[in-house]
């Protein structure tokens, strides 16, 4: 919002010009006037007209630079927000209002009994409320003769520890990204209360909070507003995905030449290549963070038959094994735990019990569109992979040759319904293969030292990490995160006489898309358990630095500026606070 100058804090010399001006128009008429300084005329009328004229043409040269984008982009706090809404109107670009987050709440009851949550029903998680989206009915699981299911009902289903859990939808109470809050996050309040409530959890991070755009953001929207809208070129393409899906944050599409892209290559007896053209991967970016999501699948007991291990041939192995099929493995980027479904087994399996992850290429049947794909690179991480995960659990007792299990995981949402897009929609390129895949995540994180004096007002850390949080994650597609970025921010939150020590570190965590299927890997002559065996999951790479992070170039793999972009949570910023 501009800020008008007070009379006060004009400039002198602007005043003064006018004062010269208006004395030499007035003894041009009235020569006898006594207009010099400190007389009663000069001070009285010369002096306080010079001055509201001096403000009259201050604001006026502001309104019309504030006419000029190339003033605006310069300086976009030079203009109040309804003066640059009406400037970039005439581009067909509009600011945003702001988005409310939703996500899913797991209610958890102590006892079989059909339990409804009305609409509207208020949900406060970490200070923030929420509200039910529609009224939901939980029916017990065993209906007698005398009770009726409705249309629209959900059953109740048994979880750990005797409890009964169902799944309500909820919407933040007011828009922003702040309300982007993560799974596991259990709800401080309910209102009104839920009979036989023992806990509401999220059980997925909470997507599509975004706060009101300023005119800055405003501003970097303005190649969207003039480009055509089509499934074209890159900023084409990028513009009309936008406009029909607002969750999206950023695309990275390669195309015909481009090395990332691998799916055209066609190869010749001579054992060279060359693309055949079109043929399109578009690295879509839905969300401020991957989603973490949990999972539940019944796995089959496998012996080391189908286990390769270094040790003995007896079929006591504890292996087990689930598929994740196509509609639970689109955007997946890894399995990140398995945990027993049992009341009284709380052990986490971390990604060192996987023995072998086999991600497959799974096509639909029938006359649907089948993109064209044959490598682990080809895939990516798209709607059209199927993952097979075997793994070691020698404390599973269970007599019965199949358990349940909750497997928890993280990927881009939405991949689907973004294929479905560009593959079947009205507006799709008849002449491109086209396939959607969550772009490379770059996880990062960031550790940093506030020195203050002693005895200083306590510092609102929470507030900086989410300040911090929101900058990086509205950085372009593409574009490197500097440390400077994160240093102006501090600075701007912390008292005058505090300072951020440098460096700050920066770290980035990087999945890698390229991985084949298992069978291909090459883990000839070792096995599970050896050093240097490859179980089938992402490659990971971490990478550093105390000036700026960027994604590496590396298109055989996949991974380049075109594919990959950058997420930080405020959960993966550490501040600390040293007093001097």
Known sequence: ????????????????????????????????????????????????????????????????????????????????????????????????????????????????????????????????????????????????????????????????????????????????????????????????????????????????????????????????????????????????????????????????????????????????????????????????????????????????????????STDDTGGFKFTIPREFAQGLYTVRAIRPDTETDTRTLTEICIAEYNREIDLPTGRVFKPAMVTGLDLGFSSYQKVTVTFIDVANTDPSNITDYYVDVMRMPFVDRLQDFVSNGEDRSVAADTVVKGVVPILLGCNMKVVMPTGSAPLDIDDIKIRITNAVNSTRFGQPISTSLISHIVHKEIPANAYLDLPVSLYGKIYYPDKPEFNLIGNDGLYYGDPGYDNGLPDVRLIRSADKLEAPYQPTRGVSPKTASFFLTPHTINITVVEV
């Open 1 to 312: 919002m501009a800020t008008y100058k007070a009379l006060n804090n004009l400039d002198s010399n602007s005043i003064s010009q006018v004062e010269d001006l208006l004395v030499a128009v007035i003894n041009d008429s009235h020569p006898d006037l006594d207009l010099s300084p400190g007389s009663v005329l000069r001070d009285i009328l010369v002096n306080l007209y010079s001055t509201l004229e001096a403000r009259i043409r201050d604001s006026q040269a502001t309104s019309f630079r504030s006419n000029s984008l190339l003033e605006i982009e310069k300086d976009p706090d030079l203009a109040d927000d309804e003066q640059v809404d009406r400037v970039l109107s005439n581009f067909n670009v509009v600011r945003g209002q702001g988005n409310k987050a939703s996500g899913i709440v797991r209610i958890s009851i102590s006892s079989d009994e059909t339990t409804l949550v009305s609409k509207g029903t208020r949900f406060t998680f970490s200070g923030l409320e929420f509200t039910a989206s529609t009224s939901v009915r939980a029916v017990k699981s065993a209906l007698t003769v005398d009770e009726v299911s409705d249309p629209g009902d959900i059953s109740l289903i048994a979880g750990i520890g005797g409890v009964y859990v169902f799944d309500v939808h909820v919407e933040a109470e007011e828009t922003g990204s702040i309300y982007n809050i993560v799974e596991g996050v259990i709800a401080s309040s309910v209102s009104p209360k839920v009979p036989r409530l023992i806990s509401a959890k999220t059980v997925q991070t909470f997507l599509g909070g975004k706060d009101t755009e300023t005119n800055s953001e405003l501003i970097s929207k303005l190649r969207d507003g003039i480009v055509g809208k089509i499934l074209g070129g890159r900023s084409h393409t990028e513009a009309k995905l936008k406009s029909i899906f607002p969750y999206i944050e950023g695309v990275g599409l390669t195309g015909f030449g481009d090395p990332e892209l691998t799916r055209d290559l066609i190869s010749l007896d001579d054992d060279s290549e060359y693309h055949r053209g079109g043929t399109v991967d578009l690295h879509v970016k839905t969300a401020n963070y991957p989603l973490m999501e949990t999972l539940r699948f019944a796995a089959d007991e496998v012996t080391n038959v189908t286990i390769p291990t270094s040790g003995s």
